[in-house]
């Protein structure tokens, strides 16, 4: 189990990674761009990875991990549940996620 302060340790220790207000919830962004959402409330960390990543996180565990039930689940965006996470597994999600944003930058670029 974590809690909302490692979420947010994790998430700045990434280069590059910011803090911002994202319609009353934290957010960080690299390159400006959202990779994680922090739901204080819910007790659970949104994370934007890849369709592929979204499923091998997801077959770890689905009560861990689990699509956002919209449309921007069916484009990765994964909820985690920080009541069952391991502190690692979290690391790795939120580093995996900053990484997606970065390459996707990478991709428009070139």
């Known amino acids: 189990m974590v809690n909302t302060e490692t979420v947010r340790e994790i998430a ?10 994202h319609f009353g919830m934290p957010s960080f962004r690299v390159n400006n761009k959202i990779f994680s959402t922090l739901w ?6 949104m ?3 890849s ?10 565990d689905n009560s861990i991990f689990y699509p ?4 921007w689940g069916l484009q990765g965006a994964t909820f985690v549940e920080l ?4 502190h690692d597994m ?12 970065l ?8």
């Open 90 to 101: 979290l690391k790795d999600a939120l580093a995996t996620a900053w990484q997606t944003i």
């Open 40 to 45: 204080i409330k819910e007790n659970k960390v």
């Open 51 to 60: 369709p592929i990543d979204q499923s091998v996180f997801v077959a770890f």
């Open 12 to 21: 700045l220790s990434l280069p590059g990674t910011v803090e911002h207000d």
């Open 103 to 110: 390459d996707n930058r990478k991709r428009k670029t070139h």
């Open 68 to 71: 956002v039930p919209n449309k």
């Open 47 to 49: 994370v934007k990875l």
């Open 83 to 86: 009541a069952k996470v391991r």
